[in-house]
């Protein structure tokens, strides 16, 4: 998949980075064999707390790492927060990658589409400006790229 973009998609990778999420360097924790780890137990990890905290106590420990109640939210749609198993790749960011990948994956006879405008002012030998305007539409295909 390419690069989703939103309104708060800066803030919510910042985030990433500040947690640690993004690190491509191995760590232990998420070796393959290791012992099995939920999102919430790994966050408690990247926290120094235990797992056994509540969970609006570890929601209020992320918020002043992130400083920003949007960035908590996303973090927790992305299911980061869960206690849903962790299918570990070594390293946090290949393994929040994969997370992703299986989240963010498009249904059966989904697709995506790719909307850009280009605006261009073209300035005429005579002096004029003419505001110009480039469109694309396109489609995915749904049984394939």
Not at 26 to 34: F, I, R
Not at 71 to 88: A, R
Request: proline share 6%.
């Amino acid at each position: 998949r390419g690069t989703l973009r939103y309104k708060g998609y800066v803030e919510a990778i910042k985030g990433l980075v500040k947690l640690g999420l993004l690190d491509p360097n191995p760590n232990p924790v998420l070796h393959e064999n290791g012992p099995a780890l939920s999102w919430k137990q790994y966050m408690c990890q990247l926290t120094n707390q235990t797992d056994s905290i509540f969970y609006d106590n570890l929601k209020e420990i992320l918020f002043d790492r992130l400083e920003d109640e949007k960035t908590l939210k996303c973090i927790e749609d992305m299911g980061l927060l869960s206690d849903e198993p962790i299918n570990k790749a070594g390293s946090p960011l290949d393994t929040v990658s994969l997370h992703l990948a299986n989240r963010l994956s498009y249904n059966k006879h989904e697709r995506d589409m790719i909307l850009m405008r280009h605006e261009i002012t073209v300035r005429w030998p005579d002096g004029r400006r003419e505001l110009k305007g480039i469109n694309m539409v396109h489609y995915g295909d749904p049984e394939g790229y």
